[in-house]
Antibody, heavy 116, light 107 residues
Framework: EVQLVESGGGLVKPGGSLRLSCAAS????????MNWVRQAPGKGLEWVSS????????YYADSVKGRFTISRDNAKNSLYLQMNSLRAEDTAVYYC?????????WGQGTLVTVSS | DIQMTQSPSSLSASVGDRVTITCRAS??????LAWYQQKPGKVPKLLIY???TLQSGVPSRFSGSGSGTDFTLTISSLQPEDVATYYC?????????FGQGTKVEIK
């Protein structure tokens, strides 16, 4: 069974940093592109970033480019999102999702709150 | 960047009704279009990919069509468990933009 479990969310002050993790199991992690998607409270889904299976290709939404960094460790079956220079508008539930290439599997999400 | 526009933003229909949601891309995206269902308080679920391919386990009352810039999601007979927000998403050309969502309620 495919499982994606996010962690690392929490409360952070504007300008601060946070690192999210996504632990994957139940599939060959190194064979799939992975993604981060976020959803602000009461709002729609927003794609954040994607990384190819071998980390050769990395993409970001304009809203996070230059502030967020996606990475993965295939040996640890883990996906990461380093978030720097956080703003109030980054407050959201962050989901990791596996590509098939559409987003066929999602984690339960981790809440990031940016507030002073 | 290609924008994805859904219509309507919300709708209310009776159980058994045929429901259609439209998604329009600002440029052609071939058939690189997916539909997701998100029930209140739940994680999004993939319903359809490649514009018209039903994801395994999804009820056959859901169907998708379209290519290029215009796409539709149809629920042939609305059920109470279909109350949710539905999102389209493009997944080509290094961006995975979602539509703004369509909230479906029971009348």
């Amino acid at each position: 069974e495919v499982q994606l479990v996010e962690s690392g969310g929490g409360l952070v002050k504007p300008g601060g940093s946070l690192r999210l993790s996504c632990a994957a199991s139940g599939f060959t992690f190194s064979s799939y592109s992975m993604n981060w998607v976020r959803q602000a409270p009461g709002k729609g889904l927003e794609w954040v970033s994607s990384i190819s299976s071998s980390s050769s290709y990395i993409y970001y939404a304009d809203s996070v480019k230059g502030r967020f960094t996606i990475s993965r460790d295939n040996a640890k079956n883990s996906l990461y999102l380093q978030m720097n220079s956080l703003r109030a508008e980054d407050t959201a539930v962050y989901y990791c999702a596996r590509s098939i290439p559409a987003f066929g599997y999602w984690g339960q999400g981790t809440l990031v709150t940016v507030s002073s | 960047d290609i924008q994805m526009t859904q219509s309507p933003s919300s709708l209310s229909a009776s159980v058994g009704d045929r429901v259609t949601i439209t998604c329009r891309a600002s440029q052609g995206i071939s058939n690189y279009l997916a539909w997701y269902q998100q029930k209140p308080g739940k994680v999004p679920k993939l319903l359809i990919y490649a514009a018209s391919t039903l994801q395994s386990g999804v009820p056959s009352r859901f169907s998708g069509s379209g290519s290029g810039t215009d796409f539709t999601l149809t629920i042939s007979s609305l059920q109470p468990e279909d109350v949710a927000t539905y999102y389209c998403q493009k997944y080509n050309s290094a961006s995975w933009t979602f539509g703004q969502g369509t909230k479906v309620e029971i009348k």
